[in-house]
């Protein structure tokens, strides 16, 4: 009888051994898988600290191209379309001086070979000097009445380029008056960028 109640003692005993060790290796397994659950819930929240903050700065320069870039890119527009009408200006003296130069190019061309036929061997009024008192006066006179016209000097209608751009400087003054932000430029006698004083002639309009 007791040795009965020692074997069932010591079956307990081991039965409960047991039981403790696979409750330790399910704790230690356990604890390795929240281990794992932790630092993969920290490593997400670092990154979602990270795009908070990377949202937070899409934000700001949202609100800074909205309320600042964009109407002073709108102001730099309208400012810029106030001065198509002077480059388009430019653009026609342009177009009429290189016209100029061109009907220029044309008439020295003229004139170099009127001077050549003057200058060459068959000169028309050395030949005529050359044969005067012969018998051949009716032909000399019928050859020269032949002779193209000589050449006439017409003048060229040059731009007054200082009258221009004094008043193109005049209107580009008047644009910068009426945008007081913006800083218009013009090349001054040495050929330099200038910036535009639009005082001085807002103390000659108050005088």
Sequence with gaps: MEDDDILDNQELL???SQQYANYLS???STNEQARNIDEITEYMLARIDEFGAFLETIKTDTDKTEKKLIPLLLEKSYQVQQLFPLIDKLQLLTIDI??????LENRLNQADKHVSQLQGP???FKWVLSRVGSKEDDNIIQQLRNQPPPVKFEPINIHNTSEFFKHLRNEMQQVSINNPSTKLMYL???QKLQPINTEDNDSEKQK
Aim: proline share 6%.
């Design 122 to 124: 068959s000169n028309p």
């Design 14 to 16: 081991k039965g409960i």
């Design 26 to 28: 399910f704790s230690n």
């Design 188 to 190: 001054d006698a040495d």
């Design 98 to 103: 290189s016209k100029n130069l061109n009907t």
